[in-house]
Every structure is written in structure tokens, then in C-alpha cells.
């Protein structure tokens, strides 16, 4: 079976790639494109530490197709922040001690982002909702859930 | 595997036909972990997420119409849909993470046939049509017809889902679908009701349709529920005969999920808890 | 080194850790994300079966799969010498280790290795892997505790006769390992007692849940030097591990530590490595595997599940007299639970004049259980805490006074033998109860629990090296892989000795040649124990940069003091900071760079008491946590943030334990809930905010008083949780998990008691 040529955006560059139908968006991420931010911890979509914005809907980067790519706009972990300042969801992250191990990291703070993008004052409820698809096994969360309230507020220009 | 994204429905049912054992890809939130763990093999899959008409939801002069690839997400952004069809669009908003939400489907949902699918048991309620083309044309059944078992569905070969129509909400009408995991999220219902209610000017119920998830091999419709709830004005009573009714219907299995037992005694307080919340939201409404 | 009170500068701040950046931009290389030039890719064949006899593996048409480069199995790995090597908590069995990594004549488990193989691509080496064939002998399995002690129970193995019976059973059996702890007279002191209550206790397997699936990247040269790149919780552990498995020297085989995707202690051994080595070696490529989650679940350590017995007498007014203990862990399918510290340290926050506790370790047919964070503490905590929560009902005493009046103190002597120097226990209980959390009202359905927990901690080996830079900053060199934050504290300490800020220190994790041997990061001892190699480092740095401004002020170096990060002269004005010092040191005596390697003893005990509300619905048996409170002596706070962050994780991971996690098996034996979506984590939505009190007081041993944090907080939330649920039900559970349809039958048949 040929392999199928993939033209996409990654993180606002044009990208052209090869792969095999049953590969993933996450397989072609990290092993075709050495974009290794997102990571893998399940490969189900019950983790959620290969999240990415497609198109502008948060998703896992296992539970969708490479060859699905065409003409769609992704965003992963790399595509977040500036070379000369991180995204504010960043910033909070390490102000408020947010990762231990930080695996889990790049997945939660592309769903964050996704949050704040839509909703730029969430409750924590909303977050944790939100958030219920990333699982970090390290902080119990609460650090997270405050980085979270931290960035939103940063974002609409009131220091917590 | 082949992939292939058909632009039209005829396309698509078109090379369904054509490819033997081609699987249809809408979120694929099931198929790609199925490819994964080698337990589905097909020799191509159709992504049918390129079909406009399978995209959208329209709200028409008869109700709404779901497209079958329309994703969670899009359906609880829908504030039209989300106003008319709240318990349709809980179940919806139920499947999976946010993440998953962004790509699961109301078709995918429902086809794959899990006996735990959470909107199943809400379109049930909510008198859910799904429209079918295949190589002889299109046809329309109720939804609780398109499940036989888990895993296996009604749809012949080549066929595919194309939409839902929901029916034109009446006044004093509402739904509301409520589930059981052990988790807050990211499970499997343990069990699931769905109420759909309309009421009389007074307050007394006119209508009622309950369908009942995870506690069959398929999801159920309550037969008994109309009897048990018209009439009433959805008092202690009334619930406690529905909560048994529920648990009655049900034919629940053992599983790692929960026991035979167990289900049956919680889908009965899940459309006990349900009607009351679709009752609520009937008196509210317009 | 001795603890001594000092204005603190650094320690006890919270500067960004010097590796955040790095990880919430997804720049930190964690072990999958490596590869090198050629690189294949390994997989592994697993059993089926949970027990079964391996009569032949015909691996012919997997080699002859074009594509496919190395093919090995058991037959391939000759089995080392018998010994035992020490990881942190754990000590592994190099004997069993080799037969856990490739099944040879029996397989023990669903998911138990028989064949690995190496291929060009992924997608090869898994069709491949479909083409082995392995024929088993189906033999009868046995998982359940109570079921693997019986004398007609399937015997794992024919070799295994109970270790610590006098005289040695004539008899093979599952018992392992029989362990007692006594003291005084137990029933003396239970005749002696006003109250006596007696309960039992089951639970089942729980994995670590690490995020990051175990991955690696081998390469084995011609010329038999080879290097492994991989995470674990210590590049040393797998370096000896996979040398003694493939009979290298030590300097043949470097290790390269990758960012490590959480631990928990299920990061203290090899399962992929040397089969990767093995595979490079065989094909002359590197080779690079990586598992699934369900390889994770169904082939690496959980923690034991068991069956706890549990008997403790009281007085009137409230002292324990006696306690009597039976605990029988899973080990899983080789010897080693962690039911030693379980018998050990299940009593230890308590001062009880007669004790007997048993442990028998037990094998069946699981994965080989490994360490999970603070092993065996929280089994044995869940059985003994409750008890005292019922004895505290029965004596109308407030659960957290009648840990007081029992709690071992200073001086008192612990049930494992020394006696203990300064404790927290008495400070975490008072500070509960004046907490408002204690005092706040409650509804209906709501409960409140209680129960505290110990954990030893360890100290061990460690070295650190601290090299001054020309421009006054600092390279701290180390060997513990970080997995929550000890790159901050460590250069913290280096910081607050040279009185400079703690971005001025750059510390770095580095590889098996480059600093001496470091025990794993385990046992809470990372900020102690390598903490002390880094303030001893950093005090020979100090001590040569005196020198060398002695040398260049012409005077004798006990004229030179040290502070806020320059040479002071003590009889003058005259100063030189680092920058001026290290500038000149090629013309005072060369480059300066400090060291230490050490092998710390005196690791401070954890102790914590922890606060938690639940409400139960009725009708449906689900569980909610409302409130929760974590009170826990740290001895110092180094990097509150950091502490705060292990207290509110280990309180997660033991709410998990204690509502839905577990090992669910079929009839056959096999793991029915391999992925994270039947083995259920808590995520965000199911937890509150997790407070976290941190008490300090320091330990002796350790110069700015550290005591290990990381493991003492999963221990009480399993006893908290079944206290919360009687408060708010007035029902018992006692086996584990508390999921929704087991508290609901335990609601049903108390309602049917009553009547």
C-alpha cells in the first residue's frame, strides 16, 4: 500500500509529510515531524497528553488519523508561546509549581489554552471539567486547577 | 488499509459498496483504538467528515436535523439544539473528554452499538429518527431499531447513517438524560436514562418516552413509562413505580463495570432522577 | 552533618524550578522521545495465559519476515549468578529478575514476556510478533491472597519453601516469607484491655499510574561498549541491572538518564532494557521499545493487594495496650512484597507496649510487584487505622485526641527496633484539630474521617559535584533523576550555602561516567540524602575559594571568611566574590570545583495526619470527596511549593486507591482492565482543592533539617476515606476499592440488618 502525502499546518508552517492510513496525527507528530512536546501515555484517548488544537477544537493526537490532516490547521505544545515569552497558561504553570514530572505538561496546557481561548473566565468547576480528560498523576491537580485560575486572570490583565 | 474521504453521500456509499470490509470513519474515537489494539482490521476506511450534509445541523420547520458526523462538541455549542434538546445534548456532551468530545460523533455513538452509548438511550426519548442511504436508496427508522446487539447493528451492507431528525419540541415540553459511572468523567456508563417529557397546562404530564441505556444488549425503550407517568404530576409515587419499572425492563449483565444487581437498582433511580429533572425543565419551558 | 538553626535565604522560597521551562514547552527529552541514526524498533511477545508451562517457541517465520533483524527469548538470556541488588526500597532478585524479563520454562502472568523482537519499523516488529508460536501448557492460576495459602493451591513454584518457619517446611509452597515483629506480651495486654475490636481487611492490586509508559533506546557496539537511554528513577540501578543480565563489565555500559514521566518506585527496575540491548546487540542496530499502557498495567508493578487482619485492645481511658496484626501481600509471580514495611510501620505512629504483627509474603499469579510510594505502608495503615477509628467510637473519644494519647513521641522505642529521635506526629494531630477544617459543620449524608500515617524514609548514596564558573555561577553536577522537583531544591541548598540566588546554580542530572555511584531517587531520600552530598560539595567549594583568597590577599585562610556569596577577610574590609575568585583560580592552583560522595544514614521519619470529607449518595453507593487536609512534618521545607505538591499528589493517588482503582481479573486469570479508561485514576473533576499543612520539625541529621516528603502522604487516605464513609453512612468497608456498587450492597445489607 503507497503511502499518502499529507499537506497540513503545523503550528501556522506549511508542512508536507508521507504516511501509512493507519497511522496517527500523534505517530506522525513525533516520529515523522520530531515534534516530541506532545507525548504519548495511553494511545486510547484516556489520558489526553497528546492533545492539540485542530482547526481550532482541542483533540487527541491518537484518536485521529495522519492522512486526516489535509488541509487543517494543528497546533501542538510547540506552537504555544513566543520564542521571547511564554504563553501566559506557561508563565502561571511555573509560578505555581503546576507540573512535578512533567509529562503530563504539554497535554494540559494545550487544553488550557483551549479553555481560556473560549472561555476566559472559567469556574472550577469548568476547569476541572475541562481538564477531565488529562490525567496528571503527580499533582492531585489542585496546583494545576490554581495555574489555570492564574492565566485567566493574567490574561484579562488582572494580576492575581 | 486504504482511507478514502468521499465528498458526497453517493460517493461514500459508493465505495462502501465497492471495498469489502471497509469500516466508515466519522470521529473515530472507537475505530482508531479498535485499529490499534488489532481487534478491527478493515481494508479501508471511508472518513465521512468531508460530507457537508453529514456536518450540519439544521433547525426546520419539523425539528432538528443532526447530521451524523456532527461531533459532541458542536452539538452542545448549539444553543438552539442545546435550548429544544437539553437531555439529547447532555448525553452528547457525556462522551469522553473534552478532547474526545472535539471528534466523537452522535453517528459513531449510536452505529458502534455499544449497549452503554450515552445518547441512545436520550434520542430514544426524544423520538430520534436516523436516516439511512445505501446502494438502494435511503430510508428512516426509529432509533432504537438501528442497534441489535452490541456491536452489531440493523444496517445492511454499504448503508450508512447520514443524520438524526429530532421532532419539533411542543410547549411545555423538555428531556434530560443522567448516567452512572464511578468517576465524574472519562467512563463508561455504568447505567443511563433518558426522560422525555411534555406536559398539560396544569402541570400534568400528557407525553412521556424513557429509553434506558447499559442494562440490555441494547439500549431500551421503558414500555411501561407512559402508563406509569401520564397523569401525574411526577410525584414521590409515581417515581418509585418508574424507578422499579426501569429496573424491571432492564436485562443487565455482570461485567467489570458493575453487577446485574447494581444495574438494575441504579437505572431505576437514574429515570426517577431524570424524569423529575425533564419535569422541571417542562414546567419551565415556553 | 548536624542540624543547627540559620537565617535562611533560599531555602525555604519558591523560585521557579530550574528545569520548568523546558517542560511547559515541551522542549525536555523524556525516554521516548530520543532516537539515533538506524534505529529499530522492539517489541515484546506476552503470555496469554496467567500460569502456564512454555513447551516450545518457534521463532523461524517472525526472523524470516522481511524487516525483521533480531528475534531473542528466554533461551537467550543466560541467567546471572543468584544476588540481590538494592533499589532504594526494594531489593531484586537478579535470578528472578532474569525470568521476569524473559519467561523460560513457565509463564506467571497474563502479559509475561516469552519473545522480543527488533525490525525496521514499528508496524513490522508487531507482525512479526504475530508469527512467533508458543505453545503453553495451561496450568491452573491462583491471584487471590487467602486462595494462594491454601495447601491445595496451584504452586507457582517448586522452589519456594517459607523463609522465617523454624524448622523450613518440608513442603514447597506460595508462602515466600514469613516476617514478625513482637514485643511484649500480646495477650497479657489484651486481657488487660477494656476494649478489644478485631477486623478484616482485603485489597486489591493497584498500579503507580506513571503517565509516561516505560521506553527506551538501546545501542550495543561492536566493540561491546553500550549505551542505554532511558528514564528511570536511577541510571545506576539500570546500568547494574542490565550489566549483570548481559554479562558486561560495568565500564562497558553507559546509562543516560532521560527526563523520567513519573515513578512512584515503579521506575526502580529493568523490564525493556536489556531485552533492548540484547536486541541491539543481536541486530548490530540500536534498537528503541517503548510499551503501551496496557504493557504498563499488565506486565510492570503494581503494588500488592492482600488480606489484613487486625486486633487492638485499649483501656477506658483510651491508652492501646495491644495490638495484634496478620498481613498476606500478593507479591505477585516471584518473591518480594512489600509486607515487610507494612509489618513494620503499620503500628509505628503509635507507642504500643505489646505488639505482634506477622507478614507473609505471598506469590500468585500478578506481575511481579515492585515498590509503589511508601510500599506496603498504606495496606497495612488502611487495616490498622480503621480499627483504632472503631476503638475511638467505641471509647467516646475524638479520633484525633486518642491518636495523641497513643502517639509515639521522642524517645520512644519504634516497633522495628531503634528508638525514635525527634518526631511530628503530636504537631501534625494538634494542628488537625485546631484546623478549620475539623471544626466546619456538615449535612446530611457527609462524613468526616481521620487517620494518620508514618513512613521511614531512607538515606543511602549520593554524590554531587559543584564546579565555579568564571563568571560566578555554578554547575551542580548530580546523578538522581529529578521526578518532582529536586533539581530546585538540591541547587537551592547549593545556593543557600554560597549565599547566592538559586538561578546562579545550574543544576544537571548526568550520565553513568560522569559522577560516582547515586542510589535511585527513592525512599523520599533525594533532598536529604543528596542534599547533604550538595551542602558538603558546596562547603569544598567554599573551603577552596578561602583558600584561593587567602592566596591572593597573602594571608592564612582562617583569615577568609565566607558570605553573601564572597571571601570575606575577617580582620579587614577586603572581599571577593566568586566571579573575581574564579576568574584568577587558573593562576592559584587551577580550576574549582567541589565534591562529595557520601552514604547518609539518619533519615528523619514522616509523620501525617490527614482530614477528609465525603459525601455518600444512597441510592447509588458513589462517593464524593468534598474536603480535603493534609497535615505532614517535613522537617524543612526546602521548596514549600514542591512539598505542597507531593502532599496534594500522594493524597490523590491514595483517594484513588481507596474509591476505584484496581486490578480486575477474568476467570481466566487475565487483566480485564488494562487502560486507563477501566482502571480509573482520579481526574480533575473528581477531586476538591487538596490543602496542604506542612509542619517542620527538623530533623537532626540533615543541616537545614530535611526530612523526606514524597511518600508519607499516600499512607492515611485509604483508613481517612473508610472513617469519612461510616461518619456519613454509619457503615463499615472494609474492602477495597470503596466503588459505587460495593458501598451501595454495603448500604442494602446494613439497611437489611437493622431490619
Redo the contacts between chains.
Keep these: 500500500m503507497a503511502k499518502s502525502h499529507v499537506s497540513t499546518t503545523v503550528n501556522g508552517d506549511p508542512v508536507e509529510f508521507l504516511c501509512d492510513a493507519p497511522e496517527t496525527m500523534l505517530d506522525v507528530l513525533r516520529n515523522t515531524l520530531g515534534l516530541t512536546g506532545t507525548k504519548e501515555g495511553c494511545g486510547t484517548g484516556d489520558c489526553g497528553a497528546c492533545s492539540i488544537i485542530v482547526d481550532g477544537r482541542l483533540v487527541c493526537g491518537c484518536l485521529m488519523l495522519a492522512v486526516e490532516a489535509t488541509g487543517k490547521s494543528i497546533t501542538t505544545i510547540e506552537g504555544i508561546g513566543a520564542p521571547d515569552r511564554l504563553h501566559p497558561v506557561q508563565q502561571a504553570f511555573l509560578e505555581d509549581a503546576a507540573l512535578q514530572c512533567g509529562f503530563c505538561t504539554p497535554g494540559f496546557i494545550v487544553a488550557a489554552k483551549a479553555l481560556l481561548d473560549r472561555n476566559p473566565d472559567p469556574s472550577e468547576t469548568e476547569i476541572r471539567y475541562w481538564l477531565a480528560g488529562n490525567l496528571c498523576r503527580c499533582t492531585g491537580y489542585d496546583k494545576i486547577v490554581r495555574a489555570v485560575q492564574h492565566a485567566a486572570a493574567e490574561m484579562k490583565g488582572q494580576p492575581a | 488499509m486504504q482511507y478514502q474521504s468521499p465528498a458526497s453521500i453517493e460517493e461514500a456509499v459508493a465505495a462502501l459498496a465497492s471495498i469489502g470490509g471497509a469500516r466508515v470513519l466519522a470521529g473515530g474515537t472507537d475505530l482508531l483504538v479498535q485499529l490499534r489494539s488489532g481487534t478491527a482490521s478493515p481494508a479501508a476506511v471511508i472518513d465521512v467528515k468531508n460530507i457537508a450534509a453529514l456536518r450540519a445541523i439544521t433547525e426546520t420547520a419539523d425539528g432538528f436535523r443532526i447530521g451524523a458526523a456532527v461531533c459532541g462538541a458542536e452539538i452542545t455549542d448549539h444553543a438552539a439544539l442545546v435550548a429544544a434538546w437539553p437531555g439529547v445534548a447532555e448525553a452528547a456532551g457525556l462522551i469522553g473528554s473534552t478532547q474526545v468530545q472535539g471528534r466523537a460523533s452522535l453517528g459513531g455513538n449510536v452505529c458502534n452499538a455499544s449497549p452503554a452509548a450515552d445518547t441512545t438511550p436520550a434520542l430514544i426519548a426524544a423520538r430520534a429518527v436516523a436516516e439511512i442511504v445505501g446502494p438502494n436508496g435511503r430510508r428512516s427508522i426509529p432509533v432504537e431499531q438501528i442497534a441489535t446487539g452490541p456491536g452489531k447493528t440493523s444496517l445492511a451492507e454499504g448503508e450508512i447513517v447520514v443524520s438524526f431528525l429530532l421532532p419539533r419540541r411542543p410547549a411545555r415540553s423538555a428531556d434530560a438524560y443522567l448516567r452512572l459511572i464511578p468517576r465524574t468523567e472519562m467512563d463508561i456508563a455504568v447505567a443511563g436514562a433518558g426522560v422525555n417529557l411534555t406536559l398539560d397546562a396544569d402541570g400534568t404530564i400528557a407525553d412521556a418516552r424513557v429509553g434506558i441505556g447499559a442494562v440490555a444488549p441494547t439500549a431500551l425503550v421503558l414500555d411501561a413509562a407512559p402508563g406509569i407517568l401520564v397523569g401525574t404530576k411526577c410525584d414521590e409515587a409515581t417515581l418509585a413505580k418508574l424507578a422499579e419499572a426501569a429496573g424491571a425492563a432492564a436485562r443487565p449483565i455482570d461485567d467489570k463495570r458493575g453487577t446485574v444487581d447494581y444495574r438494575r437498582k441504579v437505572v431505576g433511580v437514574l429515570a426517577k432522577r431524570a424524569a423529575l429533572i425533564a419535569y422541571e425543565r417542562a414546567k419551565g419551558a415556553r | 552533618m548536624t542540624y543547627e538553626p540559620k537565617n535562611l535565604r533560599v531555602v525555604g522560597t519558591?523560585p521557579?524550578?530550574h528545569?520548568?521551562?523546558?517542560?511547559?514547552?515541551?522542549?525536555?527529552?523524556?525516554a521516548?522521545?530520543f532516537t539515533l541514526p538506524g534505529m529499530l524498533w522492539g517489541r515484546v511477545l506476552r503470555s496469554p495465559h496467567a500460569h502456564a508451562k512454555v513447551i516450545s517457541i518457534n521463532t523461524d517465520k517472525a526472523i524470516a519476515l522481511p524487516g525483521v533483524k533480531a528475534v531473542i527469548t528466554g533461551a537467550d538470556l543466560v541467567l546471572p549468578d543468584a544476588g540481590i541488588t538494592q533499589a532504594g526500597e526494594s531489593a531484586i532478585n537478579t535470578q528472578h529478575l532474569a525470568k521476569n524479563l524473559l519467561a523460560r520454562d513457565k509463564v506467571f502472568y497474563d502479559g509475561h514476556p516469552v519473545a522480543a523482537v527488533a525490525a525496521i519499523s514499528d508496524?513490522i516488529a508487531q507482525q512479526a510478533l504475530g508469527l512467533i508460536e508458543v505453545e503453553y501448557e495451561v496450568l491452573p492460576h491462583v491471584i487471590d491472597v487467602d486462595d494462594a495459602v491454601k495447601d491445595d493451591a496451584p504452586l507457582l513454584h517448586d522452589d519456594i519453601f517459607t523463609e522465617g518457619v523454624e524448622p523450613r517446611p518440608e513442603k514447597p509452597s506460595n508462602i515466600a516469607k514469613r516476617i514478625v515483629v513482637a514485643k511484649g506480651d500480646v495477650a497479657k495486654g489484651f486481657a488487660e484491655a477494656d476494649f478489644v475490636i478485631e477486623r478484616t481487611y482485603t485489597s486489591k492490586p493497584v498500579h503507580?499510574?506513571?503517565?509516561?509508559?516505560q521506553g527506551v533506546v538501546a545501542n550495543y557496539a561492536e566493540d561491546g561498549q553500550a549505551m542505554v537511554w532511558c528514564s528511570s528513577q536511577g541510571q545506576f540501578l539500570i546500568r547494574d541491572l542490565c550489566a549483570n543480565m548481559l554479562g558486561l563489565e560495568t565500564s562497558s555500559l553507559k546509562v543516560i538518564p532521560a527526563?523520567?514521566?513519573?515513578?512512584?518506585g515503579g521506575k526502580t527496575t529493568v523490564y525493556l532494557e536489556p531485552l533492548a540491548l540484547m536486541l541491539s546487540k543481536a541486530s548490530g542496530r540500536p534498537v528503541k521499545m517503548?510499551m503501551?499502557?496496557?504493557e504498563v498495567l499488565r506486565a510492570t508493578g503494581p503494588t500488592s493487594g492482600g488480606s489484613y487482619t487486625t486486633k487492638i485492645g485499649a483501656m477506658k481511658d483510651g491508652t492501646i495496650v495491644a495490638a495484634e496484626v496478620v498481613l498476606k501481600f500478593q507479591a505477585g509471580a516471584f518473591p518480594g512484597s512489600p509486607v515487610g514495611a507494612a509489618v513494620m510501620f503499620c503500628s509505628a505512629p503509635y507507642d504500643i507496649p505489646n505488639l505482634s504483627i506477622t507478614g507473609y509474603d505471598v506469590v500468585v499469579n500478578l506481575p511481579k510487584i515492585h515498590a509503589y510510594r511508601a510500599p506496603g505502608a498504606p495496606n497495612g495503615a488502611f487495616a490498622f487505622e480503621t480499627v483504632l477509628d472503631e476503638l475511638a467510637r467505641e471509647l467516646k473519644m475524638d479520633p484525633i485526641d486518642f491518636r495523641a494519647k497513643n502517639s509515639a513521641v521522642e524517645g520512644s522505642k519504634s516497633p522495628y527496633g531503634p528508638t525514635h529521635g525527634p518526631l511530628g506526629g503530636i504537631e501534625c494531630l494538634s494542628s488537625a484539630k485546631n484546623h478549620p477544617h475539623y471544626k466546619a459543620n456538615l449535612g446530611p449524608n457527609q462524613g468526616r474521617g481521620v487517620a494518620s500515617g508514618f513512613w521511614i524514609n531512607i538515606g543511602g548514596q549520593s554524590a554531587a559535584t559543584v564546579v565555579v564558573n568564571r563568571d560566578g555561577t555554578i554547575a551542580l553536577v548530580e546523578g538522581c533523576p529529578d521526578?518532582?522537583?529536586t533539581r530546585a531544591s538540591l541547587a537551592m541548598m547549593c545556593a543557600e550555602v554560597l549565599g547566592i540566588a538559586a538561578e546562579k546554580v545550574r543544576p544537571s542530572i548526568v550520565d553513568t561516567t560522569a559522577i560516582a555511584f547515586n542510589d535511585v531517587t527513592g525512599g523520599s531520600r533525594v533532598t536529604f540524602a543528596t542534599g547533604i552530598a550538595v551542602v558538603q560539595a558546596t562547603e569544598d567549594a567554599v573551603r577552596q575559594m578561602r583558600e584561593r583568597a587567602a592566596k591572593m590577599w597573602d594571608i592564612d585562610v582562617e583569615q577568609v571568611g565566607w558570605r553573601d556569596g564572597a571571601a570575606q577577610e575577617l580582620n579587614g574590609n577586603r572581599s571577593l566574590t566568586i566571579a573575581q575568585i574564579a576568574q584568577k583560580a587558573a593562576k592559584t592552583g587551577g580550576q574549582i570545583m567541589g565534591h562529595a560522595s557520601i552514604n547518609a544514614s539518619g533519615a528523619g521519619p514522616s509523620l501525617t495526619t490527614h482530614l477528609c470529607d465525603v459525601e455518600v449518595d444512597r441510592?447509588?453507593?458513589?462517593v464524593t470527596i468534598l474536603r480535603y487536609t493534609t497535615f505532614q512534618d517535613a522537617g524543612k521545607a526546602v521548596?514549600p511549593?514542591?512539598v505542597?505538591?507531593?502532599m496534594?499528589?500522594?493524597?490523590?493517588?491514595g483517594i484513588g486507591w481507596a474509591?476505584?482503582e484496581e486490578y480486575?481479573h477474568d476467570a481466566q486469570g487475565r487483566l480485564?482492565?488494562p487502560?486507563?479508561?477501566?482502571y480509573?485514576?482520579?481526574?480533575?473533576?473528581?477531586?476538591p482543592?487538596?490543602d496542604a499543612v506542612i509542619i517542620e520539625v527538623p530533623n537532626p541529621n540533615h543541616p537545614f533539617g530535611v526530612r523526606g516528603v514524597g511518600e508519607a502522604p499516600i499512607v492515611p487516605p485509604l483508613a481517612a476515606i473508610a472513617n469519612a464513609i461510616y461518619d456519613a453512612t454509619g457503615v463499615r468497608m472494609r474492602d477495597l476499592p470503596f466503588?459505587?456498587?460495593k458501598v451501595?450492597?454495603a448500604l442494602e445489607a446494613a439497611e437489611k440488618a437493622k431490619g
Excluded: C, W
Aim: proline fraction near 5%; avoid cysteine; hydrophobic fraction near 30%.
Design positions: 519558591r521557579i524550578r528545569d520548568g521551562a523546558d517542560k511547559v514547552t515541551g522542549r525536555a527529552n523524556y521516548s522521545d508496524a503507580q499510574g506513571y503517565i509516561e509508559p527526563e523520567i514521566g513519573g515513578g512512584f517503548a503501551t499502557r496496557g521526578i518532582g522537583g441510592e447509588t453507593g458513589k521548596h511549593s514542591y505542597e505538591g507531593q496534594q499528589g500522594g493524597a490523590a493517588q474509591l476505584n480486575i480485564e482492565n487502560g486507563f479508561l477501566d480509573r485514576m482520579p481526574v480533575a473533576s473528581d477531586l482543592m487538596i466503588s459505587p456498587p451501595l450492597a
